[in-house]
């Protein structure tokens, strides 16, 4: 099954995440099948390419929580 999850990136105590499509039993910082944007948590900064999150929605992806509340977010 694929997940839309968050994949680590910055430094210690700074972290930055990337927005990708993996399989769910990959690890997660694993090679991505596709990036979909990155979110900053400190900043709350965020950049999501939609009809591509969409498409994998529509396709069976699932989406974890964090993932979720970003995508509210956007459509707000």
């Not at 972290?15 to 499509?21: A, N």
């Amino acid at each position: 099954m694929l997940k839309i999850r968050l994949k680590r990136l910055g430094k210690k105590k700074k972290p930055c995440y990337r927005i990708i499509v993996i399989d769910s039993r990959s690890k997660r910082d694993g090679k991505a099948l596709e990036e979909l944007g990155f979110y900053d948590p400190i900043s709350k900064n965020y950049k999501l390419d939609l009809s591509k999150v969409y498409q994998r929605i529509k396709n069976g992806a699932k989406t974890t929580k964090i993932v979720q509340n970003i995508l509210k977010n956007v459509q707000q």
